[in-house]
């Protein structure tokens, strides 16, 4: 039996992390663009309903993933497996579609929004 047998695994992630300040966007640029491994990425910052400021992670690999490989590349975030389509997160993201009762807890700070793919950023 594998150690980790029952690990979840998924081609697709969401990541919600927590930032100081809209600066610190570029650090995670550097980070997402030195991953080779992703297919399409995009992401977009928040502020919550408290005033505090979120960056939303979308990412689907070449390959499946387990979490722990997730968690490895980014340790302090929130990571949860997507199970819809690229389109259906870009909504989720900005808050449009069938996700736009989401905009009364909290903003979307639209300007913040890109996209990404093959470690291209």
Same mark, same amino acid.
């Given at each position: 039996?594998?150690? %980790?047998?029952?690990?979840? #695994?998924?081609?697709? *992630?969401?990541?919600?992390?927590?930032?100081?300040?809209?600066?610190? $966007?570029?650090?995670?640029?550097?980070?997402? =663009? =030195?991953?080779?491994?992703?297919? %399409?990425?995009? +992401?977009?910052? #928040?502020?919550?309903?408290?005033?505090?400021? %979120?960056? #939303?992670? @979308? $990412?689907? @690999? #070449?390959?499946?993933?387990?979490?722990?490989?997730?968690?490895?590349? @980014?340790? =302090?975030?929130? $990571? &949860?497996? *997507?199970?819809? !389509?690229?389109?259906? @997160?870009?909504? +989720?993201?900005?808050?449009?579609?069938? +996700? !736009? +009762?989401?905009?009364? &807890?909290?903003?979307?700070? %639209?300007?913040?929004?890109?996209?990404?793919?093959? =470690?291209?950023?």
């Amino acid at each position: 039996m594998k150690k %980790y047998q029952n690990e979840i #695994h998924s081609r697709q *992630w969401h990541l919600v992390m927590r930032i100081d300040s809209l600066e610190n $966007i570029k650090s995670v640029e550097k980070e997402l =663009s =030195s991953l080779m491994c992703v297919q %399409y990425g995009c +992401y977009c910052a #928040h502020v919550g309903a408290l005033g505090a400021l %979120y960056l #939303h992670i @979308f $990412i689907r @690999f #070449h390959k499946t993933v387990g979490f722990r490989f997730v968690k490895k590349l @980014f340790p =302090s975030v929130h $990571i &949860s497996r *997507w199970s819809g !389509s690229m389109a259906d @997160f870009k909504d +989720y993201c900005m808050f449009t579609g069938r +996700y !736009s +009762y989401n905009t009364t &807890s909290c903003k979307v700070l %639209y300007d913040t929004f890109k996209e990404f793919s093959c =470690s291209r950023l």
